[in-house]
């Protein structure tokens, strides 16, 4: 069996979350998401989160989205191609030749990343 790696936005949201006293159910309710998302993101068995997601669960705890994505000694360590694509799009200043990407390029951004990530998934898929 293989064992779960908790992603660091799993582990900092779960740190934020306890040194608030906040329980998973409240934090769920308050970013209002199901209390499955934030067990399976803190446990491990989820790796990552949607930018809607993500940007709920900041604000309910808080914080900027950024500072779930990173570790404490600020540095960032890239597992996952999705999440390492989370922390890119929820940059605020984030720019394409010298021009700041405004929000509805970088939606469009994301559903083309997403696009080309289930391709890959499905022909991993085909190929088993």
Request: no cysteine.
């Amino acid at each position: 069996m293989k064992s779960k790696q908790i992603s660091i936005l799993g582990q900092n949201i779960k740190k934020i979350r306890e040194a608030q006293s906040t329980s998973a159910y409240k934090l769920a309710k308050d970013a209002h998401v199901g209390t499955s998302t934030i067990s399976q993101i803190e446990s491990g068995e989820r790796q990552n989160l949607n930018t809607e997601t993500l940007t709920k669960i900041a604000e309910a705890l808080g914080v900027k989205a950024e500072d779930l994505l990173f570790s404490t000694d600020g540095e960032y360590v890239v597992s996952d191609l999705e999440e390492a694509f989370q922390v890119v799009l929820s940059s605020e200043e984030l720019s394409l030749d010298g021009i700041e990407i405004k929000e509805y390029e970088k939606e469009l951004i994301e559903r083309y990343i997403k696009k080309a990530l289930k391709t890959i998934r499905d022909e991993r898929n085909d190929l088993k």
